[in-house]
T-cell receptor, first 114, second 111 residues
């Protein structure tokens, strides 16, 4: 199947700092990328959908000024958690979709805010 | 909001037992995907079902899509400890760009 990578896989930061997470589709062009948040032993919660070259569409309750999403190319999307707080600690997963409908998921990024 | 009810939410069984996980919805899906996720990793696609009544097999895993494309099931035969993980179903509605996820089934298979 298609390969999607995320970087970093784990990050620890101090409260108040910003953290950027990258999501890359390695062997296909992703017209749409998705960002999810997942709590322990729970399902995925969609945060936002981004299409290359346009503004992301955020789900209800997700602060767009706090979770900045950039989809500058067909292979790269970034999620920046601004002014991170301990409650932002979570597992963040991206997925990418190309010409076919199947979404391929990245390995996730574990964020811990101290 | 399109809902996808997944059950059971948690299942603990012994090695060698069979099990079935269900996903049900009141709406029709153009396709439905099953994923398996291990702790600390992203979900891995197991199968996509598209046609009503379709049955797909992946070794000891059997996936079925309901005739009306509103429900799906995953059956595991002779479960093994390596099957342990979070199983997620996700439905795709034609015309929507996002997937609707079930709440997941946490499967624990003990040796």
């Amino acid at each position: 199947g298609a390969v999607v990578s995320q970087h970093p896989s784990r990050v620890i930061c101090k409260s108040g700092t910003s953290v950027k997470i990258e999501c890359r589709s390695l062997d296909f062009q992703a017209t749409t990328m998705f960002w999810y948040r997942q709590f322990p032993k729970k399902s995925l919660m969609l945060m936002a959908t981004s299409n290359e070259g346009s503004k992301a569409t955020y789900e209800q309750g997700v602060e767009k000024d706090k979770f900045l999403i950039n989809h500058a190319s067909l292979t790269l999307s970034t999620l920046t958690v601004t002014s991170a707080h301990p409650e932002d600690s979570s597992f963040y997963i991206c997925s990418a979709r190309g010409e076919i409908e199947t979404q391929y998921f990245g390995p996730g990024t574990r964020l811990l805010v101290l | 909001t399109q809902l996808l009810e997944q059950s059971p939410q948690f299942l603990s069984i012994q090695e060698g037992e069979n099990l079935t996980v269900y996903c049900n919805s009141s709406s029709v899906f153009s396709s439905l995907q099953w994923y398996r996720q291990e702790p600390g990793e992203g979900p891995v696609l197991l199968v996509t079902v598209v046609t009503g009544g379709e049955v797909k097999k992946l070794k000891r895993l059997t996936f079925q899509f309901g005739d009306a494309r509103k429900d799906s099931s995953l059956h595991i035969t002779a479960a093994q400890p390596g099957d342990t993980g979070l199983y997620l179903c996700a439905g795709d509605h034609s015309g929507y760009s996002t997937l609707t996820f079930g709440k997941g089934t946490m499967l624990l298979v003990s040796p």
